[in-house]
T-cell receptor, first 114, second 114 residues
């Protein structure tokens, strides 16, 4: 069974530029999550989708971050414009359902903002 | 607000030793708890998932326990091997405004030496 796929794996941009990350969840998984992991910390949830609807985006900095999940399958997370403090690993996870199901994580995208 | 603490932050042991990693959380209203392993520069690998109604789960040399009332979980690793060297993250799955999310600890960095 294929795991969660993410691309790119690495990205270096200058501050004020824009960047987009892509995630393809495990086939059949209805729930998709984006987490941000700053060096030395545990991941922090940014947004949760159930199919193609947003369930929780309370911790997404909406002035610069946006995310979509068209057709309820793959998802894109965008940052525009980027700030230095956005340097982190962006992890995508998926689960079969919501609350009681195990979350499976992709390899992440390491973003460096200079 | 859920807070997750992991002790110790780092641990170095000789090969073959049995060891215990600790995780504590402040809000006992949880769906489940997951233990993950993270290798440097990699994503998260799920090790064990314990539902809130369960007391423990076992997988090979790993055993995780959950005491929801006291807000504690432990991960027991038997007969440690150099390949077990990684950062171990505890994550509590709790209720958000509209869905659920994992709240992570900052991890225990384990090094198993020959």
């Amino acid at each position: 069974e294929a795991g969660v796929a993410q691309s790119p794996r690495y990205k270096i941009i200058e501050k004020r530029q824009s960047v987009a990350f892509w995630c393809n969840p495990i086939s059949g998984h209805a729930t998709l999550y984006w987490y941000q992991q700053i060096l030395g910390q545990g991941p922090k949830l940014l947004i949760q989708f159930q199919n193609n609807g947003v369930v929780d985006d309370s911790q997404l900095p909406k002035d610069r971050f946006s995310a979509e999940r068209l057709k309820g399958v793959d998802s894109t997370l965008k940052i525009q414009p980027a700030k230095l403090e956005d340097s982190a690993v962006y992890l995508c996870a998926s689960s079969f359902g919501g609350s009681f199901y195990e979350q499976y994580f992709g390899p992440g995208t390491r973003l460096t903002v200079t | 607000k859920q807070e997750v603490t992991q002790i110790p932050a780092a641990l170095s042991v000789p090969e073959g030793e049995n060891l215990v990693l600790n995780c504590s959380f402040t809000d006992s209203a949880i769906y489940n708890l997951q233990w993950f392993r993270q290798d440097p520069g990699k994503g998260l690998t799920s090790l064990l998932l314990i539902q809130s109604s369960q007391r423990e789960q076992t997988s090979g040399r790993l055993n995780a326990s959950l005491d929801k009332s006291s807000g504690r979980s432990t991960l027991y690793i038997a007969a440690s091997q150099p390949g077990d060297s990684a950062t171990y993250l505890c994550a509590v799955n709790g209720v958000t405004g509209g869905g659920n999310k994992l709240t992570f600890g900052t991890g225990t960095q384990l090094k198993v030496e020959l």
